[in-house]
C-alpha cells in the first residue's frame, strides 16, 4: 500500500502572475523536501496547475502535507487528493504515465474536496480516499483521517502567514526563543501567536502523525 497525491492551486487562474506562483510552491516543496524528506516521489508538476507525488504510508502524506500547507504564502492555496493503493506505471511508446488505483482514488479524493469547498466545508483543503481493494481497516482508517484533516484545515487556515511560519518551526521542534529571534518579536509573543491560533492541536497532531503521540 503506497499514497498517491494530487494537488492543484486553488484560483490559480485568478493568479495575477502564475509562474511566479509555480515558482513559490516549488519553492515550498523543495524546504519541506530538505527538512523532513518522506515522500518516495516529491510533487512534481505534471499539467497545468496540478502536482502529484507518492508516499509510502498516510502518515508520512499527513505530515509532509502539513508543513507544505504551512510553508506557503498567504498568495498561494493548494488542495491534496489522497488516494490509498496500488501504484504503477504503464510505459506507453516513448515515455510513461502514472496508472492504478491509488492515483484513481486521488482523483476521487481531490474531487471531493473541491465539491466540499464549494459548499459545506469553504475551509478544507484534503481528503484521502481509500481504493477498493483496499480492507475494511484502511477503509475505517481513511474515515479517521477525514474527520482529523476537515479540523486541521479549519484551524490551519484561519492562520496568518506569520503563525503558519511559528507552527512551522515548532513541529520542526524549533524553540520558541528562537523562532521569536527569527521574527523580530518575543518570546511571549511567539507564545501568544500560537495559543491565539489553536497551533497546539496542529502540533500535537503532527507529533502523533511522527512519533505515535510521543511529543
Known amino acids: 500500500m ?3 497525491v494530487i494537488s492543484d492551486i486553488v484560483g490559480s487562474r485568478a493568479l495575477p502572475d502564475r509562474a511566479v506562483a509555480q515558482r513559490r510552491l ?10 523532513l524528506p518522506l515522500a518516495t516521489r516529491p510533487l512534481r508538476i505534471t ?8 508516499y509510502a504510508s498516510l502518515d508520512d502524506a499527513l505530515a509532509s502535507l502539513l ?21 504503477r506505471t504503464v510505459e506507453v511508446s516513448a515515455s510513461a504515465i502514472d496508472d492504478g488505483p491509488g492515483w484513481w482514488a486521488a482523483r476521487e479524493a481531490i474531487d471531493t474536496v473541491h465539491h466540499m469547498q464549494q459548499r459545506a466545508a469553504p475551509s478544507a483543503r484534503t481528503w484521502v480516499v481509500a481504493a477498493p481493494g483496499e480492507d475494511a481497516v484502511m477503509h475505517s482508517v481513511t474515515s479517521f483521517a477525514n474527520a482529523y484533516l476537515l479540523a486541521r484545515d479549519e484551524l490551519v487556515g484561519a ?9 512551522y518551526g515548532r513541529c520542526l521542534r524549533v524553540t520558541q526563543r528562537e523562532l521569536a529571534a527569527t521574527e523580530g518579536i518575543t518570546q511571549p509573543g511567539v507564545s501568544q501567536a500560537l495559543a491565539g491560533a489553536g497551533a497546539g492541536a ?3 497532531g503532527f507529533f502523533a502523525l511522527r512519533t505515535g503521540g510521543r511529543s
Open 159 to 167: 492562520m496568518s502567514e506569520r503563525t503558519r511560519r511559528l507552527v
Open 2 to 4: 503506497v499514497v498517491a
Open 47 to 54: 499539467v497545468g496547475d496540478e502536482e502529484q507525488g507518492v
Open 67 to 87: 508543513l507544505l500547507r504551512l510553508a506557503l504564502p498567504d498568495s498561494i492555496q493548494c488542495r491534496f487528493g489522497l488516494g490509498v493503493g496500488e501504484v
Open 26 to 35: 516549488d519553492d515550498a516543496i523543495a524546504r519541506v523536501e530538505h527538512d
Open 202 to 204: 496542529v502540533i500535537e
